[in-house]
């Protein structure tokens, strides 16, 4: 089991940006693949991004390609989502997610390891 800490969330106006950091312990990060997830109230949690182990290929939502970008750095044992031009329909509960696994996927239910999540809000 790998241990999941997210930081970076707050409030931000509408067209601004906001990076999110996701800090892993416990395990070696590289045998991980990780994503981005995020819950809005009310809504189903909805996938954002998703990165493979060397971090040499990612893959996004589509309400968020193009202006999202998740990146990692295994020596750091960190994974990121830098947002620009957010949108108040960003806002939610953030998380970042682990799998043992080759290939990530979109599904929230192939992630082992989850982390407590952090909040984003966006003002209009």
């Known amino acids: 089991q790998v241990q999941l800490v997210e930081s970076g969330g707050g409030l931000v106006q509408a067209g601004g940006s906001l990076r999110l950091s996701c800090a892993a312990s416990g395990r070696t990060f590289s045998n991980y693949v990780m994503g981005w997830f995020r819950q809005a109230p009310g809504k189903e949690r909805e996938f954002v991004a998703h990165i493979t182990r060397s971090g040499g290929s990612t893959y996004y939502g589509d309400s968020v390609k193009g202006r999202f970008t998740i990146s990692r750095d295994n020596a750091k044992n960190t994974v990121y989502l830098h947002m620009n031009s957010l949108k108040p329909e960003d806002t939610g509960v953030y998380y970042c997610?682990?799998?043992?696994?080759?290939?990530?996927?979109?599904?929230?239910?192939?992630?082992?390891?989850w982390g407590q999540g952090t909040q984003v809000t966006v003002s209009s």
């Open positions: 997610a682990a799998d043992l696994t080759i290939w990530p996927s979109r599904e929230s239910y192939q992630y082992d390891d």
